[in-house]
Structures are given as structure tokens and as C-alpha cells.
């Protein structure tokens, strides 16, 4: 089949215009595949997610209104840190399984010559699998290093509070100074055929060797990611006010505490947890093109795939 646009060609140095150009391009001609898997994959988490989130909320504001009115419930509290535990199990689910399903389809799309063209999902079905349990050793991984920072954190504040005029500012500078490098190793551990240790080294190497661009990139599809996750938010946002405001006065007993209007929170809720997903995939596009910039600034593969490519002429 023809195609009206070249294929886009991944390892290549760009500058940032034309990594958000080439993000954009991707984005343009492969909306139809990443919408239609994502709501194959995503939107099943969602539907659980919109549920947990919702009677989290519920919860938290229950408990304001005993703390307020005098009066508690250990039922309360415990359905407070169940559904925030369900809530949490959904996202990071949720966020392993988009990461892998974008990087997955980036894979394929170069690999086919059709690219994504009538692509189902049994054709990608195993790869997806391989890499959905790589970024699940990923996330385990960053949540270690969490647990340790906090501990690590909290003894120093235990040992003195004093400690904090330093820590603090010392301990936000590190984790701005890590994150950069350490969102480069997703795109890189799932694109190369490394283990764990070996790409994590390669992930700080090149990460430090351009921060600053990780970082302009970070920011600029960050940015435009809340935005359209702000956008899918606010509906369900301003409903959820609303019924805080009802809740915590001690008047939660009409039309916020019917049957519909839970029910139309629960549907926003779907579209906030969807939205927030579609939003994720900008940054992890982007992120991968920028890894594909900075390998082939460091390792020059398009030079070398053409050098072996006349070697068989």
C-alpha cells in the first residue's frame, strides 16, 4: 500500500523542534491503532479505577465530616484505605500497561512494512507480554527506591528537625537531578535488548550526557499532557466539589447523595481516569524520541545500518 507520507525514521539527531514535530507526526498517523488498543487495554482499568476513585473520595470526605461532627467509624477508615489501595494497584497497572502497549505499537511500527495498517492485537500480543514485564521490573524498581528515599528521609528528620534546612532543598535538587536521566531508561530498556542492570547504567549514562534536553522535553509534553488531562478532569472535578461541599456541612442527603448522581460521577470518572491515560501517551512518544535521538547522537546506528546495508549490495 502506498503511503501519502514517508515512514517516519526513529534513530535520527534532532533538535527539539523536530522532536515535537516528529512526536506530532507519529501521533497524526497512528491515532487510529493507539486509540483503538488503548481502549481495548485502558479502559477495562478505568472502569475499576473511576469506582475505587470515587469511593475513595467518598471516604476521605466522610471521615472530614466525623472529625468535624464529632465521632468516627473504623469502617470508614477502612474503606478509605482499601479503595486508596485499589486506586493505586489501578494506576500503576494502568500505567505499565500504556507505556508498553505505545512502545509496543513503536516497535511494531517500524518493524512492519505496512507499519500499524490493519495491525490486530494477537499480531503484537506476545511482544506487548515481554515488554509489559519489563516495565513492571521498572515500576517495582522506582517504588524500591521511593521507600528507601522516604526512610532514608524520615530518619534524619527523626534524628533532628533541624536536618530539614538542609535535606529538603538537597533532597529536591537530587530527585530533579536523577528523574531526568531515569526517564530516559523506560524508552531505553524497552527499545534495547539489555538486562535490568546493564540498562539502567546505559539510562544514566546518556541521561547525564543531556539533561538539559531530557528536561526541555520532560517539561514541554508534561505540560501539554495536564492540559489535556485538566480538560478531561475538571466535569468530574467540579462534581466531586460539590458533593465535598454537601458532605462536610452535614447536608449530604439530596441530589449528591442520589443514585444518578453518583452514577453520572462514576461516567465522569471513567472519562477523567481515560483522559488522563490519552494525555500519558504524548510524554511517552516524546520520551522515545528522544531516547532515539540521543543513541544515535552517542552510537551513530543509521550510519552503521547503512554501512552494512552497502556491504551487501
Not at 519489563?134 to 528507601?148: D, E, Q, T
Not at 524520615?154 to 526517564?183: D, E, K, Q, R, Y
Not at 442527603?253 to 483522559?275: D, H, N, R
Amino acid at each position: 500500500m502506498q503511503f501519502p507520507n514517508p515512514k517516519i525514521k526513529f534513530y535520527k539527531i534532532r533538535t527539539f523542534g523536530e522532536k515535537f514535530n516528529a512526536t506530532f507526526d507519529f501521533l497524526r498517523e497512528t491515532w487510529k491503532p493507539l486509540l483503538k488498543f488503548s481502549l481495548y487495554l485502558i479502559l477495562p482499568i478505568c472502569l475499576i479505577q473511576a469506582f475505587a476513585m470515587n469511593a475513595y473520595m467518598g471516604a476521605a470526605f466522610s471521615l472530614g465530616a466525623n472529625d468535624m461532627y464529632g465521632g468516627g467509624s473504623m469502617a470508614i477508615f477502612s474503606s478509605f484505605l482499601m479503595n486508596y489501595g485499589v486506586l493505586m494497584i489501578c494506576i500503576l497497572g494502568g500505567s505499565c500497561l500504556l507505556s508498553s502497549m505505545v512502545y509496543t505499537l513503536m516497535q511494531e511500527y517500524e518493524r512492519r512494512e505496512n507499519r500499524l495498517l490493519d495491525i490486530t492485537l494477537t499480531d503484537f500480543k506476545d511482544a506487548l507480554l515481554h515488554n509489559l514485564g519489563k516495565m513492571v521490573k521498572a515500576v517495582l524498581f522506582f517504588i524500591g527506591v521511593s521507600i528507601l528515599y522516604v526512610v532514608i528521609f524520615g530518619l534524619l528528620v527523626a534524628l533532628s528537625p533541624w536536618t530539614l534546612l538542609i535535606t529538603a532543598p538537597v533532597s529536591f535538587i537530587g530527585f530533579i537531578v536523577i528523574s531526568m536521566p531515569l526517564s530516559l531508561f523506560t524508552p531505553l530498556y524497552i527499545f534495547e535488548d539489555q538486562p535490568f542492570s546493564v540498562a539502567l547504567k546505559r539510562a544514566f549514562k546518556y541521561g547525564f550526557s543531556v539533561w538539559g534536553e531530557i528536561f526541555v522535553v520532560v517539561l514541554a509534553f508534561g505540560l501539554l499532557g495536564s492540559i489535556i488531562s485538566t480538560v478531561t478532569m475538571m466535569p468530574w472535578y467540579i462534581m466531586i466539589i460539590i458533593k465535598s461541599v454537601f458532605t462536610l456541612s452535614g447536608e449530604d442527603a439530596g441530589i449528591t447523595a442520589s443514585w444518578g448522581y453518583e452514577f453520572i460521577m462514576y461516567l465522569l470518572g471513567i472519562v477523567q481516569s481515560y483522559g488522563t491515560y490519552l494525555s500519558a501517551i504524548i510524554s511517552a512518544v516524546g520520551l522515545a524520541f528522544q531516547y532515539f535521538h540521543v543513541r544515535e547522537k552517542k552510537e551513530g546506528l543509521s550510519v552503521n545500518e547503512s554501512i552494512a546495508n552497502f556491504d551487501q549490495l
